[in-house]
């Protein structure tokens, strides 16, 4: 159950576009999301799932993180503490910033998923220079 | 804001997150009551379950290596303290700053003694997992009747 106190993971807010063969819960992945000069940067706590099963979609400015995640436990086992679930993640983005998508690229360890979205030559900020006409 | 977050709840989500709220309350009650141990603010959550001879304790920590987790058990209550740095990055502009960071520590009191020699602490994907095996004296024992003829 989930205390106000305890940072447990949200569920996802949206359910997935396509239907999906499997029930259960999924969950939003907390993120910190960057902008450094020439990308932004998306890290995602995702912990428990693992590198293969993971999916980023990046398709008219939506950027869209999943990953199927087995439970851990089997069904019918009795926790004395239940504070969080485990199941597979779900979280999508409108990116508003002009991206190049065949140049992003993506890491994951330990349980975190750090994208990294170049930004596209147009939007990368451009020394301007003056002339001054003699 | 360059990230638009998609937000069409759905209704099921709503109701169960209105149930939590709720029932909220009650978590607060059984902890300032100790009947589970206390809680402090920023706290990772667990789950805890019992299997066999063991009691497991499991919690996500994404991005954290061992040395940035350490366990004690002393006197019966299990010690999990968690450092997790933030972002050192300088230069950058935050659109989202919703992982959390710093130091965390967590307290539980076990329900039995454990065999502190025999535990166990493995991390895997982000995910810390402790077994603790029960003490001698925990265990179930089966006491046989004697006939007194």
């Known amino acids: ?134 | 804001m360059v990230f638009r977050c998609v937000n069409t709840r759905h209704p099921l989500n709503q109701f169960r997150d209105e149930m939590d709220r709720l029932l909220s309350g009650v978590a607060e009650y059984t902890a300032t009551a100790g009947l589970w141990p206390r809680t402090s603010r920023g706290q990772r959550a667990v789950n805890l379950w019992e299997e066999g001879d063991t009691l497991n304790v499991e919690l996500e920590v994404p991005g954290l290596s061992s040395d940035q987790v350490d366990i004690s058990v002393v006197a019966g209550e299990l010690t999990i303290e968690l450092n997790r740095p933030g972002s050192k990055e300088e230069g950058v502009l935050f659109h989202r700053r919703e992982r959390w960071f710093g130091e965390i520590k967590r307290v539980l009191r076990l329900p039995f003694d454990v065999d502190a020699d025999r535990v166990l602490a493995e991390l895997h994907d982000g995910v810390l997992k402790i077994t603790l095996p029960k003490a001698e004296n925990a265990k179930p024992r089966k006491i046989s009747i004697a006939s007194v003829s």
């Open chain 1, 1 to 134: 159950m989930a205390n106000e106190n305890t940072l447990t993971k949200p569920p996802a807010e949206e359910s997935a576009d396509q239907e999906r063969t499997r029930g259960g819960r999924h969950y939003r992945p907390t993120v910190d999301i960057l902008e450094k000069a020439d990308e932004l940067l998306v890290v995602a706590d995702m912990p428990g799932a693992e590198r293969d099963t993971i999916d980023i979609q990046f398709e008219d400015g939506s950027l869209t993180i999943s990953a199927e995640v087995e439970p851990r436990q089997p069904e019918d086992t009795e926790y004395l503490l239940e504070e969080y679930g485990v199941g597979d993640y779900y979280r999508s983005f409108q990116v508003s910033e002009a991206i190049d998508p065949g140049r992003i690229t993506a890491e994951f360890a330990e349980g975190v998923l750090t994208l990294h979205l170049p930004k596209a030559e147009t939007s990368k900020p451009r020394k301007i220079a003056i002339t001054t006409s003699a």
